[in-house]
């Protein structure tokens, strides 16, 4: 496991040099979730249900039943890598499992703990209490179970599956040096586009454990895949065999140590436990899931339970893969973004080679799904017969044989995600990094749109996932109109910057300023409303397609995530959407903004932008994960898993401050009864600001320049003076409704209202 990031350490310098000096780990427990009865939804292709903890590659499930205890093992880098659709994806390296009396007659209870990012559960008696204490290292590739019993007591210790698995892999198990070992492998197939294997190791020779009154004992399991090291089976082997003692002791030590410095990149506080609980939750799932230096987990996170994940797990690219990190931008977790590029930037070879033969274009045009290291998840199956079976057409290399459902925009969607992390710190060297990509992106749209009556275009283009040729005839699919700009202003805005492709630039402004308007059209009672496309066929004079409403596939094309437009750079346009936002049903029993089969992290956080009201977005949002979470506090949706835990952090960031429109905003769309603080949210220009409202007053903001570029920010206190005071002693008014003012790279701000 790569040690800690050194995005996390400059990050933590900062707080530490700040005023605000409290630890934040050692309040983050106070978050737990709590489980008073076994786990139902365990094993299972989507989420479970269960206590989780990880370290962003390996994850951790703790499933209690008539069984026992059973935790299974996910790892970011096991896959079954067929292309074929549903045949390859993520896959589940095995399972340990602990029988006893006790445990499967007890009673249970258990907490999941943010701070110290561990599981405790106790199994009760009338006689006995047995504890476990189970986490997973964070700078290391074990998982560690502490033991306790009040009296004697009796476990039984082994690997699960026992046997071959399913879907042609090879289990071996055995015992070495008092320690026992399970190895998975997918090899051999001429179909698979690399061997996997994985090896899980304990520092105990299975069949019965005896506990000791008053005595501990600590099982570790050492894991590691073929992706960590050629010496997959000895490393595994070689580092339980040195853990026979079981003191875990410095490991531990690392292990907190992590995680205090995460929670201390940045915190809020809104006067709402219970919603602060799911804020900071999500963030703790979600570290648990991804990590720098390690393989992006895919749909279901690091926590596999099961073979045949839903969809198979893979990177879903129409807004799956990007949304569980859209929280982590404002929240100051680069770290935890990482590892989202490469996937991406290792497709690069084939969506140029898709572009160009099924498109005749340059450029990058990508399937709707891909998995790690250049695999295609998302292939039709590898047969016509099978073909035939499961889709009831002959030809498995429609499309050339991937899935694309009609839809141009998977790349730049990809690119999103990229575009966050570059605004939020502008960062040269990552600029360099995604330039290619985003490059690719935009000259797949200068071949690709079409210039009628002065307008570029986007034909046969899909809205929604169609099937080829259903409705590949879409004109100006709203979610491409808004990527397309997105794309563009990046493209401008990184080869300024690197200085370099001057002479592609006339060429990127000429769309921009040519690009077609987003679609809107009369609803039956006269108001303006979004459509979902300008028209259904590229000859059509005028459009025939009725408004369809503000929706989250609109939201992706200009709010969530592609910051073209708001209130300030396009209020009449966020007009017609908040109008249409007004018209979601808000009665007992409703769905608001359609969000409980997707969506949940997009249309909270949209409503923020747009400034709809504060109170009533709190208030939908708590209804929405009252109707749909587990006890774990994973908001649970139709189609995604880890997606949904950025729907509370972005949410409420974007009401405490907003800066996807060049401006900072303080306080923009948040109740003025309710007190409220945050502290080093993350704004794009590369500031870390910090700031709170005490009855109904914005107080002074604290604001520390990364690259110092000039901040341009809305005025705090209308009417007033704003009074800008350098770290150098400098001082500036400023009047008005917005003010633009110089920073000094490292530099401190504080920005008060001047009586």
Known sequence: MKRISPVIIATVVLCCCSCHKENMADKMDVYKARFSEWPANVPTSKTPDAPLAGNGDIGLTMNTSVDGITFFIGKNDFWRALQSYPEGGVA??????????????GGYCAEQLPGSAEIRASYTSAVNRLNVTAWVAATDNKVVIELEADKETDLDISFLPTRDGPLGSVIEQGTDG??????????????????????????????????????????VLSVYTNMDTPEWKEKALRETLACKGGDMRSLKKEHRVWWSEFWNLSHVSIGDEW?????????????????????????????????????????????NFQSPYWGCYSSNQICLTENYDRPLLDYMEKGRAYARELLGCRGLYYPVGIGPFGLSSAAWPDTD??????????????????????????????????????????DEEYARLIYPYILGCAEFWQDYLVKRDGKYESVNDCFNEEWPGDDASDVNPMCSLGLVRMVMRGALDISEMLGVDADRRDAWNDILSNLSDFPVGLTEDGRLSLKRIDRERVDAESSDTAPSGLNRIHMHGVLIPPMVCGPLTNPEFSRIMLDDMEQWKETDGSDWGNSMGNGVETVYAGAARLEYDPERIMSYLKDRIRRGSYPNCYIVADGGGIETLAAVPFTINEMLMQSFE?????????????????HHLRANGAFLVSSSIKEGKIQDVELFSEQGLPCRMENPWPEKTMLVCHSNGDKEECQGPFAVFGTEKGGKITISCKD
Not at 92 to 105: C, F, Q, T
Not at 180 to 209: K, Y
Not at 284 to 308: M, Q
């Open 92 to 105: 589940l390296p095995g399972a340990l499992v602990l029988k006893s009396d006790i445990i499967s007659s």
């Open 178 to 219: 008092g320690c026992s070992w399970m190895t998975r492998s997918f090899c051999g197939d001429p179909r698979l586009q690399w061997e996997s294997h994985v090896a899980l190791a304990l520092n105990h020779a299975g069949g019965t454990l005896v506990l000791k009154p008053g005595r501990k004992e600590t099982l």
């Open 275 to 319: 919603l602060e609980r799911y804020y900071y939750q999500s963030q703790y799932l979600l570290a648990c899931s991804s990590r720098a230096g390690k393989v992006a987990p895919g749909l279901w996170g690091s926590f596999i339970c099961d073979d045949e994940t839903a969809w198979a797990g893979d990177y879903h690219l129409n807004y």
């Open 385 to 426: 017969e099978k073909m035939m079976e499961m889709y009831g057409h002959p030809d498995h290399m429609l499309d050339g044989g991937n899935m694309f459902w009609g839809q141009k925009s998977n790349a730049s969607f990809g690119a999103v995600n990229m575009m966050m992390r570059f605004y939020a710190t502008w």
């Open 662 to 678: 060049g401006t900072l905003r303080i306080f923009p769309c948040w109740p003025r009864s309710r007190d409220a603080s945050f």
